[in-house]
């Protein structure tokens, strides 16, 4: 069972979710999105009400980095290229979304507007699905060439982090910045030991639980809001991407942003997740209990994603 | 005129009771699209509106409703105006310059309090008011001596929720700090802009000046006191960035001033210009006619012109549409861009005061200093 919560640190509802669904035994604590204060996890486990560890992601990769400077260097140029990579993709972006946007809100030529929006929103797509390769090819040329996996630095931690997955009934991933998040999730192999267990996630953590990660601002203090794919997340969700502050960060009573947004993750459903929101997604990929979380839609609403329990994610229904 | 008042006075002379039903019913100033009628209801021998808006005439005369005590006066303002004023109640032949007692809302500022009037269009950005799930920072006080003015100065420093002695944080110094912290409500907008990833964690060391007016305007104390004491202070106290590109100097109007001149004293040691509203007088010839307190901004502007040098590589400026310094921050924005300084200007349509200089630190701030906004989901 997955459970993506939305944020925790006001109001936190993971521990009431948690006992809800049957949910017990010893948890393993990620972290690593809170960066420096990682270890600041007593209100964490207050709330939670299971014992359990902090995986410490953050903290090992620190250590790593220390012993192993070539890898450290290695991990570092590749984050460089990676930031590079985004900013042009950014560049691009802004010309496909404004074009995209304004064909949005064209009112005529009637007959000719359907073909050309949906065009415009094919390159909008075609360059999301391109960044996203472009973002693989850079991983996966540093896993070739680095081969970070065999270095005993960070073997060593890997193993341990296993050890301590197998005791544990429960992942918990809290929110953060998800860049970090993710990227200390992938170099510990989080995702290989999670079958067979429950998984808690919220805010960056229901971010990096899906199939696709979305960074989005509709209103930033600088530039225009184009929401960005960031990378794939860890797939443990397919058919949702994961939209935490929802209502601070998006104009919802936007439809043509909404639209937007939903035609370009599309088949995959834009969902909302605010203070006190609950999805639970079964083994079988099934929306079990959803509470308070909406789906943006292609018609530019934001519907209830309740009307949808029973079913897997994505797709058009 | 408004339409509420159009509507009182359409049946001729109203009744006492009829203006106090008015003056219950209506929020005022009335603001109808462009249009703003103010009212005021008393005795007096004349009323004005003084409201501080640099292109229009300064002073505009209330009319009397003939046989009552109810005054009123209209001024025309686009759309997203804010403007502060006050009325003036002349009895006896002496002025009185008033608060508008129909309108709650005020601006202060280090000379008392103002009536705010906000048009349609106008918001207060919710940034500037406290958040509760803003974590707030701390702040500190220290004295530094020896100065080159000869006497300690008081330094206020601000540190960001969640510091922490083992991380880097650029620096901020911002002249008229307790101004800043007062009226234009400082500490609020840094610890929601560093809460929402707008800014990143910064430090702020706050100055507070002897005679501003003295001591701003390129006052070589002055310049000496931030580059020489406070900066080393900073360094040898708090983890900051070592580089230029880490430390932004800041103020508004003759703080603006002080801030470029510290800057173009100190080439290559402040990488940041966060100017509002800067009181950039200058001449291309012949006298300013501004005031002896500018003289000494007029021949350091002029200076800086004539040998700008590159006192920073990034400067972000804004000024009120309704000021009098509109122009001369107009001009700088080329003139900066000419020496290679990448620069960012924003006008309001304001004037000039501490919610002005408020409302624009969120531009500013989150320009120099971006934050992990877009990584941000906690």
């Known amino acids: ?317 | 005129m408004s339409r509420a008042l159009r509507v009182l006075l359409a049946g001729g002379r109203p009744r006492k009771a009829q203006i106090d039903a008015f003056l219950e019913a209506h929020e005022f100033p009335l603001v109808e699209g462009n249009h703003v009628t103010f009212i005021w209801r008393g005795q007096a021998e004349a009323v004005r509106l003084r409201h501080f808006v640099y292109a229009l005439q300064t002073e505009v005369n209330f009319q009397r409703v003939a046989g009552t005590d109810l005054w009123h006066c209209g001024l025309d303002l686009p759309r997203g105006s804010r403007i502060e004023y006050k009325i003036d109640v002349v009895r006896g032949g002496k002025h009185h310059w008033i608060r508008d007692p129909l309108n709650s809302r005020m601006a202060t500022d280090p000379f008392g309090a103002n009536s705010v009037c906000a048009c349609d269009g106008y918001v207060v950005p919710d940034w500037t008011v406290p958040d509760a799930e803003a974590r707030a920072g701390t702040l500190e006080e220290h004295w530094l001596e020896p100065t080159p003015f000869g006497e300690a100065r008081k330094v206020t420093v601000y540190l960001p929720a969640r510091f922490r002695q083992s991380r880097r944080y650029p620096l901020l110094v911002v002249h008229d700090g307790g101004d800043y912290m007062r009226f234009a409500a400082l500490q609020t907008v840094l610890d929601n802009l560093i809460h929402r990833g707008e800014v990143q964690p910064l430090i702020v060391a706050l100055s507070h000046p002897g005679d501003r007016l003295v001591e701003y305007p390129d006052d070589p104390r002055h310049t000496s006191f931030v580059a020489e004491t406070l900066l080393p202070f900073m360094e040898a106290r708090y983890p900051l960035w070592p580089d230029a590109a880490a430390r932004v100097l800041m103020g508004a109007s003759f703080g603006g001033v002080a801030s470029l001149s510290v800057a173009w004293r100190y080439p290559g040691v402040f990488g940041g210009l966060l100017l509002q509203s800067g009181s950039f007088a200058f001449t291309d010839i012949g006298q300013h006619q501004r005031g002896p307190a500018f003289d000494p901004v007029v021949r350091f502007v002029n200076a800086f012109r004539e040998n700008p040098g590159k006192p920073a590589t990034r400067a972000y400026l804004s000024c009120g549409q309704y000021e009098s310094l509109i122009y001369e921050n107009r001009s700088m924005v080329p003139f900066l861009q000419g020496i290679g300084i990448e620069t960012k200007f924003s006008e309001s349509r304001d004037g000039h005061n501490w919610e002005n200089w408020r409302d624009r630190l969120q531009e500013g701030l989150s320009w120099l200093f971006p934050g992990p906004l877009w990584m941000l989901y906690e």
């Not at chain 1, 590749?78 to 304004?102: C, N, P, S, W």
Request: one cysteine or more; glycine letters at 8%; aromatic letters at 4%.
């Open chain 1, 1 to 317: 069972m997955i459970i993506l919560l939305g944020p925790q640190r006001l109001a936190p509802i993971v521990g009431e979710v948690a006992r809800e669904h049957g949910i017990h035994g010893r948890a393993a604590v990620v972290t690593a999105g809170w960066q420096e204060r990682e270890a600041e996890d007593e209100e964490l486990f207050a709330a939670l009400g299971l014992p359990g560890v902090n995986l410490q992601l953050y903290h090992r990769w620190e250590e790593v980095a220390r012993t192993d400077p070539t890898l450290f260097a290695a991990h570092r140029e590749r984050q460089d290229q990676l930031r590079a990579l985004e900013e042009l993709y950014d560049k691009r972006l802004a010309h496909v979304m404004a074009a995209a946007r304004e064909l949005l809100e064209a009112e005529e030529p009637v007959e000719l507007l359907q073909a050309e929006r949906a065009s415009a929103m094919d390159a909008v797509r075609a360059l999301d699905d391109h960044h996203l390769r472009r973002v693989a090819d850079i991983h996966a040329a540093f896993e070739d060439r680095v081969r970070p996996f065999e270095h005993p630095a960070l073997l060593r931690h890997r193993a341990e982090i296993a050890e301590v997955l197998v005791g544990a009934d429960v992942l918990v991933i809290a929110g953060g910045h998800v860049g970090v998040l993710l990227n200390r999730l992938r170099l510990f192999g989080i995702a290989d030991h999670l079958p067979g267990k429950h998984v808690i996630a919220w805010s960056a953590g229901a971010m990096a639980c899906c199939e696709r990660i979305a960074l989005f601002h509709d209103s930033p203090p600088q530039g225009a809001g184009n929401a960005e794919v960031f990378e794939h997340g860890l797939g443990l969700v397919p058919g949702v991407v994961a939209l935490p502050h929802a209502s601070r960060r998006l104009r919802l009573g936007e439809p043509v942003r909404v639209s937007l947004m939903a035609q370009r993750l599309a088949p995959d459903w834009p969902t909302t997740f605010d203070v006190r929101d609950v999805v639970v997604i079964g083994d079988d990929g099934r929306l079990v209990t959803v509470r308070g979380a909406r789906r943006l839609r292609a018609d530019g609403t934001v519907t209830p994603l309740a009307d949808a329990v029973g079913l897997r994610p994505g797709g058009e229904a």
